[in-house]
């Protein structure tokens, strides 16, 4: 394996939180202030964030928007973050204009995917760990969080530091203790 930094060579995406970790204010603005200095398209930042700590009313909002199979490890994570992204034709203001050039929907989703992946790698050195979660009630999310039209929620980050494997259903305990793996680097090449 090539040389990584340990910041990625030790990023693992977990299930099991320490339900009694929090998420502290200099932490959660760590986190964002990553997010916020990814790069972007014409430096547009077309991503927005929704932060909730647990037990929170954010939090307790994303939190069952989640699936069912989710809802039971993500309510032991510190903090629920939303990752949304504005839509073609909505500025970084979140206002609507017609007549935008780029596709800010592919653009803006992959924009905010360099966003979380920033604030993942910065979650990483400060010892908290991040898993995402893409399948969820998106519509129900964006209505019980009352998001402005044009911002369309694509993510949801947990957050939190490392729990016990043992708290976790027996099926999923067996992926958390496994072995990481990945696809061989020549499986990824195209030519």
């Keep these: 394996m090539a040389d990584l930094t340990p910041l990625l060579a ?15 204010a200099d932490e959660a603005a760590s986190l964002l202030e990553a997010a916020r200095w990814a790069p972007s398209a014409g430096n547009g930042q077309p991503w927005r964030f929704a932060l909730g700590h647990r037990d929170d009313e954010t939090w307790k909002r ?3 928007n989640l699936p069912s199979d989710d809802q039971p490890w993500a309510r032991h994570a510190a903090a629920l973050l939303l990752g949304a992204h504005l839509t ?3 500025t970084a203001s979140g206002t609507t204009v017609t007549g935008v050039a780029r596709d800010a929907g592919t653009g803006a989703a992959y924009d905010l995917g360099q966003a979380v992946a920033h604030l993942t790698v ?6 908290l760990y991040v898993r995402q979660i893409a399948g969820f009630d998106h519509t129900g999310l964006a209505a019980d ?5 044009g911002v369309r929620p694509l993510v949801v980050a947990a957050v939190g530091r490392l729990g016990d494997p ?11 203790v496994g072995l990481r793996r990945r696809r061989p680097l020549a499986d990824l090449l195209l030519r």
């Excluded at 030790?10 to 502290?24: I, Y």
């Excluded at 910065?122 to 010892?127: R, Y």
């Excluded at 969080?145 to 039209?149: C, F, M, S, V």
């Design 88 to 90: 073609a034709g909505t």
């Design 62 to 64: 994303i939190l069952v």
């Design 122 to 127: 910065q979650a990483t050195a400060l010892g």
């Design 10 to 24: 030790f990023r693992w995406s977990p299930r099991a939180f320490d339900p009694a970790a929090t998420l502290t």
């Design 145 to 149: 969080l009352d998001l402005p039209a």
């Design 166 to 176: 043992a708290s976790l259903p027996t099926a999923l305990r067996a992926q958390e």
